[in-house]
């Protein structure tokens, strides 16, 4: 069953790496991106005198970099998603042997395989020279790599579930574009959840956007295993929690155009 989502990976990483010259210059404006956030972090560590969250200014910017990275890499398939749904496009894949959703699932991880270390390249380039590295253990790549696997899947399921409401909605991409924001503001995208505000963390701790961006982001550059387990036991309650309202939502539909015809 397996093999079919892995043969679809494959092909649909096949035809990205064929343009993988185009992806390289779209991926300059995360250089921009990284070298104002560096200019903008250095007067902050300046007036403060001090480690910020936790993390040092060379920590920090990687940090940023691999929040950057997160966000960069994640294919929009909602639109492509909502797009079929309202033009009627899913009911082609009902009678054919695999499943919708995780047909669109294999793709997204392909894309997403193919943007991650193009964009981390990009970032890297910037950060290295400006601020040079930091001490990474060992045993922090692996595991923040498996992390954000983890945040994009829980990524591409909350994406599918939204997007799927196209069945009912005429156009779910502005319902979409909230909840993209809220998740650059309370992810941690720009500065670590460990140092919003006592309040606002709490709030954003227990929802899914942090242990999609920040989390990940945090694992690499300040790594422990309590950490690692704490975000993982978050990262599978969302993932479970996406995916069965994502397939649930999906049924629904189905269910809706079998009722009206089409």
């Given at each position: 069953m397996m093999a079919k989502y892995a043969e679809v990976l494959k092909v649909t990483l096949q035809n990205r790496l064929a343009y993988v010259y185009d992806q390289i210059f779209r991926s300059l404006g995360m250089v921009i991106h990284i070298f104002i956030f560096i200019q903008l972090w250095r007067v902050t560590f300046r007036n403060v005198g001090g480690p910020v969250g936790g993390f040092t200014l060379p920590q920090m910017i990687w940090y940023l970099v691999l929040?950057?990275?997160?966000?960069?890499?994640?294919?929009?398939?909602?639109?492509?998603?909502?797009?079929?749904?309202?033009?009627?496009?899913?009911?082609?894949?009902?009678?054919?042997?695999?499943?919708?959703?995780?047909?669109?699932?294999?793709?997204?991880?392909?894309?997403?395989?193919?943007?991650?270390?193009?964009?981390?390249?990009?970032?890297?380039?910037?950060?290295?020279?400006?601020?040079?590295?930091?001490?990474?253990?060992?045993?922090?790549?692996?595991?923040?790599?498996?992390?954000?696997?983890?945040?994009?899947?829980?990524?591409?399921?909350?994406?599918?579930?939204?997007?799927?409401?196209?069945?009912?909605?005429?156009?779910?991409?502005?319902?979409?574009?909230?909840?993209?924001?809220?998740?650059?503001?309370?992810?941690?995208?720009?500065?670590?959840?460990?140092?919003?505000?006592?309040?606002?963390?709490?709030?954003a701790e227990v929802l899914p956007f942090p242990h999609v961006v920040g989390g990940p982001a945090r694992l690499a550059v300040d790594f422990s295993w309590q950490a690692f387990g704490r975000l993982a036991l978050y990262q599978g309650v969302w993932l479970l929690v996406f995916a069965v309202v994502a397939s649930g939502v999906f049924r629904l539909g189905v269910s809706r155009i079998n009722v009206n015809g089409g």
């Open positions: 929040t950057e990275t997160i966000i960069t890499s994640s294919p929009r398939f909602n639109g492509r998603i909502d797009a079929e749904v309202r033009a009627g496009d899913v009911a082609y894949s009902l009678n054919r042997p695999y499943s919708y959703l995780f047909f669109q699932y294999a793709s997204f991880l392909a894309e997403w395989l193919f943007l991650l270390p193009i964009n981390f390249a990009a970032g890297a380039i910037v950060a290295w020279p400006l601020v040079g590295g930091i001490d990474w253990r060992p045993e922090a790549v692996p595991v923040a790599l498996l992390a954000m696997f983890a945040g994009a899947s829980i990524q591409f399921f909350e994406m599918a579930a939204v997007a799927l409401l196209a069945f009912w909605l005429e156009d779910t991409r502005g319902l979409w574009l909230l909840v993209e924001r809220a998740q650059w503001l309370l992810g941690g995208l720009l500065l670590p959840v460990e140092a919003f505000p006592g309040v606002l963390r709490r709030i």
